[in-house]
């Protein structure tokens, strides 16, 4: 490389390094997403994870698709992996060196050859009947537990939360649950117990009417045994088979402090509300 054109492909370097500290400094400031300190950790991780990209690539990701796990371009997928986009499916952007962008898909945005279950963060075999969902879905309406369908990639599961804290003991509180929109039913089922059970738990807060008292243990640990437990229990009398151990890997000391019998009493509201085991798998009424 001749003198000059060192030089040349030096500044081209930093001024792309200066675009990208003014960029990163304007996402900071415009989304507000990492003003905390567990925020900035779980970016660090993420950026951590996707080892093919540059962190700030995977910072765009992250952004753009909270839970994401893997992504790559259209090419990579099927030369790689013998996966393609899915119909209709919504590419996620990423800068290119000395262009304009690159656009990318996430894992559960590809279908084609099966790729190890192992990839995936919450991995469930089993079928649900079709229509379960939608009627779960009308079903917890009823009782002022809605569901949010969330367009997130595979390491993100869903969430619980109250809407109402008004303490009228004749009126039931309101919470919301998210979904994974993008995860398969059998796992859409665990999530869904997962969260039913941070409510009846008492995680998410008191309701007098639903007979729930706050119980917010500190750790959250045992706050992650004790929901999983119950949507374990709930899926395996259903017919299906998550893979919860993986997920507690993390947690294993909680296990000493966990409640049985309180285990066993949400599990089976937890039921009750989903209509569940099906039919199929109810022995005696």
Not at 152 to 168: N, V
Not at 200 to 220: I, T
Not at 261 to 272: D, Q
Request: charged share 30%.
């Amino acid at each position: 490389m001749q003198p000059y054109e060192k030089d040349l492909f030096e500044a081209a370097a930093e001024a792309l390094e200066e675009r990208d500290r003014a960029l990163v400094d304007q996402l900071i400031a415009d989304t507000r997403l990492y003003d905390s300190a567990r925020a900035l950790k779980e970016l660090l991780d993420f950026t951590a994870r996707l080892l093919h990209l540059a962190p700030f690539n995977a910072m765009l990701l992250h952004i753009q698709k909270p839970g994401l796990s893997f992504a790559a371009r259209q090419q990579d997928w099927w030369k790689r992996f013998r996966r393609q986009p899915k119909r209709n499916a919504r590419p996620l952007v990423i800068l290119r060196n000395f262009g304009p962008v690159d656009f990318v898909y996430d894992l559960l945005d590809t279908e084609g050859e099966p790729v190890p279950e192992a990839v995936y963060s919450f991995p469930t075999s089993g079928d649900v009947p079709e229509g379960w969902l939608a009627g779960v879905e009308r079903q917890l309406g009823r009782v002022a537990i809605e569901l949010e369908w969330l367009d997130c990639g595979d390491q993100a599961a869903g969430y619980a939360r109250p809407f109402t804290t008004h303490g009228d003991g004749k009126r039931l509180e309101r919470f919301e649950i998210g979904v994974n929109r993008n995860h398969l039913p059998a796992s859409q089922l665990v999530t869904i117990a997962h969260e039913l059970a941070h409510i009846y738990l008492g995680h998410c807060g008191g309701d007098e009417k639903r007979g729930v008292k706050l119980n917010r243990p500190a750790d959250e640990a045992l706050r992650e045994v004790e929901a999983e437990t119950v949507a374990y229990l709930v899926a395996k009398r259903t017919g299906l088979l998550p893979r919860s151990e993986s997920y507690l890997d993390g947690y294993q000391g909680a296990f000493d402090h966990l409640d049985l019998h309180r285990i066993l009493k949400v599990a089976s509201k937890v039921e009750k509300h989903l209509g569940l085991p099906f039919p199929a798998y109810r022995i005696f009424a």
